[in-house]
C-alpha cells in the first residue's frame, strides 16, 4: 500500500516544484490536479507542453501519479453546465491516457447550482440520480476509449452518498472501468469512535473489490473535517480491513496543511 497525498496540499503551479514538495514530505504518489500545472482543474484544453512538463517532474521527483482530477457536478440542474463539464472531462481523461495515470476522479453532482460539493434536497429526487447516470454513461464510454478507470466517492452532499449508492450505481453501468474511492470521514457526518468504526467496517465490507483508491481525511465526532489521526476515524482499523479485502492501491490523504504533510505521512506509514 503507498502513501500518498493530494499535490494542490502544497503550494504553486509549476509541477517540478509542488511535486518535490510531494517528496520532501514523505509521500510515494499523489492524486494530481491541473492546477498544480498553471491551467484550470477543468480546463477546455492541456498543451502538449504541460504534459511534457508533468511527466518531467514526475520522474524527476519519483513520485507516481495514481489519480487525476475530474470532478464537475454530474447532477448539475442546468443540462448546459453539465455538458461543458462532461467536454472538459474528456480532456482530463485524454491527458490521464498521455501520462499514464490510471484513474481520473469524479464527483457524482449535487442539484446546488452553486456548489458541486454542497448538499440539496432535490439530490433525493430519482431524477437526480438519472441525470448523473447518464452523465457516467458518457463519461465511461471515453475512458473505455482511453483505456483510463473512473472512480466515484461515496459524499454526503452528493448523489452517491453511501456505499451502498456506490455499488448501486456500478452495477448499473456495468463497466469495469468505474470503480470507488473510498474515504473514511465521507461515508458519515456526526459519529462517535464506535458508530464511525462500524459504519467504515460496514463500507469497506461492501466495496471489497471496486476500491481503486483510498482517501486518508477523518472528522471530528461533531462533524467538522480533521486531519488523519485527529478525529473518530479509526485508521488501524480502516487499514487492517482493506488490506484482508486484498487491496493494495494507494492510500492518499487530504484536508490538511502542508505543514502538517510529513506528521500525517509518518501516521500512516507506520500503520500501513
Known sequence: MQIG????????????????????????????????AGLPSMPDVVPEDAIRAIDAAAKASSIGLIALSGTYNMAHPDKRVRDDG????????ETAAKLSTPLVTLCTGTRNAEDQWAHHPGNADPSAWADMAREMEKALLIAERHGVDLGIEPEQANIVTSAEDAMRLIAHMGSKRLRIVLDPANLFE???????????????????????LAHAKDRF????????GQGVVDFADFIARLKATGFDGPLVTHGLSAEEAPGVARFLKELV
Not at 6 to 28: D, I, N
Not at 86 to 93: D, Q, T
Not at 221 to 228: C, K, L, P, Q, V
Open 86 to 93: 462532461l467536454r472538459r472531462l474528456a480532456v482530463v481523461i
Open 5 to 36: 497525498v493530494f499535490a494542490k496540499t502544497f503550494p504553486g503551479s509549476e509541477p517540478a516544484g509542488v511535486l518535490a514538495a510531494v517528496r520532501e514530505a514523505g509521500f510515494a504518489v499523489t492524486q494530481f490536479n491541473l492546477a498544480c
Open 190 to 212: 456526526q459519529a462517535n469512535a464506535g458508530s464511525a468504526r462500524a459504519i467504515v467496517a460496514d463500507a469497506v465490507e461492501r466495496t471489497a473489490g471496486h476500491v481503486a
Open 221 to 228: 465526532a461533531d462533524g467538522r473535517f480533521a486531519t488523519a
